[in-house]
C-alpha cells in the first residue's frame, strides 16, 4: 500500500475531512511548513507523490500509518 492508500484508509476509517486530516499532520508544525489541503488530496488521488520533506511530516504526524513498513 502506497502513503497515498494509507492516508486515504486512515481518513475514511476515522471518518475525517481532508481539512481535519490536514490538522493532524499540522498540529505541531510552525504556519510556514504546513502541508495544504490540496497536497494531501493530490498525494491521496494519485496525482503527486510526496517530497521526502512531506513524507516525514506526514509519518511525523501519523506513525500508525508505518508500523508495518519495513
Do not use: C
Amino acid at each position: 500500500m502506497n502513503i497515498g492508500e494509507k492516508l486515504k484508509a486512515y481518513r475514511l476509517k476515522h471518518d475525517l475531512t481532508f481539512e481535519a486530516l490536514a490538522e493532524i499532520i499540522n498540529r505541531d508544525l510552525p504556519e510556514r511548513s504546513r502541508l495544504h489541503v490540496s497536497t494531501l488530496s493530490r498525494i491521496e488521488n494519485g496525482d503527486t507523490e510526496p517530497n521526502p520533506r512531506t513524507e516525514y511530516k506526514i509519518k511525523k504526524a501519523l506513525p500508525e500509518l508505518f508500523k508495518d513498513a519495513a
